[in-house]
T-cell receptor, first 108, second 116 residues
Framework: QKEVEQNSGPLSVPEGAIASLNCTYS??????FFWYRQYSGKSPELIMS????GDKEDGRFTAQLNKASQYVSLLIRDSQPSDSATYLC????????FGAGTRLTVKP | ETGVTQTPRHLVMGMTNKKSLKCEQH?????MYWYKQSAKKPLELMFV???????ENNSVPSRFSPECPNSSHLFLHLHTLQPEDSALYLC???????????????FGPGTRLTVL
C-alpha cells in the first residue's frame, strides 16, 4: 500500500515564527511532489510543487525534497495568522496520493 | 467564470434519489479528476479523465458513474447512495495529462453531499 504520511497536528506557532511541515512517502518511484493549503470549509489550493532534490523558494514558502530519505517538507517563514489552515502533502507516481494533512495554527 | 466551477455547492438526497454533480474547467486543461474528501481522511481519487478518455477508476462502487462529454466538462452521476457516501466531492483539472510528471491539479470549490 503506497502511503503519504503527515503529522495531523495541530501545529501551533507564534506570529512571525517559522512553521515547518513534514511529509514522508513510501513509493520510491514518486516523481512529483505538491503542497496544498486548505482553509476550513474550502477546497485545496496549490501553493508549491517540487520535482527535484533540494530547496525551492517562493516568497515566504520553501519546499524541500530529499528523495533518498523519501521526505518532503514545507517551511513557512514569518508566519501570519492568515496562514492558519490545513496543509496537504501530495505525491505522484502514476497516481496522485494525498496525506491526511497537518493543521497549522498561527497565534497573533 | 474562471478556474474550476462545480454545481451544486450543496446537495441533500435520499438513498433512492438520482442526482448529478457538474464540474466545468475554464483553464483549457487536458485532464479532469473526481475526488472524495471525508472528515479526517485523505483525499481519495475516484476517477481520472485524460483527453476525455477515462484512465482511472479506483475501485469506486457502481452507484457512482462519471461522464466526460468534452475536455471542459465532467459529471458524476449518483444513484442509490448510502449515508457513508456523505462527503465533500471535489473536481480538479490539470494542464498536463494524467500520466504526466508536471501534474499540478487545480480544484473546484466542491459539492457538499449529504445522503439521508
Amino acid at each position: 500500500q503506497k502511503e503519504v504520511e503527515q503529522n495531523s497536528g495541530p501545529l501551533s506557532v507564534p506570529e512571525g515564527a517559522i512553521a515547518s511541515l513534514n511529509c514522508t512517502y513510501s513509493d520510491r518511484g514518486s516523481q512529483s511532489f505538491f503542497w496544498y493549503r486548505q482553509y476550513s470549509g474550502k477546497s485545496p489550493e496549490l501553493i508549491m510543487s517540487i520535482y527535484s532534490n533540494g530547496d525551492k523558494e517562493d516568497g515566504r514558502f520553501t519546499a524541500q525534497l530529499n528523495k533518498a530519505s523519501q521526505y518532503v517538507s514545507l517551511l513557512i517563514r514569518d508566519s501570519q495568522p492568515s496562514d492558519s489552515a490545513t496543509y496537504l502533502c501530495a505525491v505522484k507516481d502514476n497516481d496522485m496520493r494525498f496525506g491526511a494533512g497537518t493543521r497549522l495554527t498561527v497565534k497573533p | 467564470e474562471t478556474g474550476v466551477t462545480q454545481t451544486p455547492r450543496h446537495l441533500v438526497m435520499g438513498m433512492t434519489n438520482k442526482k448529478s454533480l457538474k464540474c466545468e474547467q475554464h483553464l483549457g486543461h487536458n485532464a479532469m479528476y473526481w475526488y472524495k474528501q471525508s472528515a479526517k481522511k485523505p483525499l481519495e481519487l475516484m476517477f481520472v479523465y485524460s483527453l476525455e478518455e477515462r484512465v482511472e477508476n479506483n475501485s469506486v462502487p457502481s452507484r457512482f458513474s462519471p461522464e466526460c462529454p468534452n475536455s471542459s466538462h465532467l459529471f458524476l452521476h449518483l444513484h442509490t447512495l448510502q449515508p457513508e457516501d456523505s462527503a465533500l466531492y471535489l473536481c480538479a483539472s490539470s494542464q498536463d495529462s494524467a500520466g504526466g510528471i508536471y501534474n499540478e491539479q487545480f480544484f473546484g470549490p466542491g459539492t457538499r453531499l449529504t445522503v439521508l
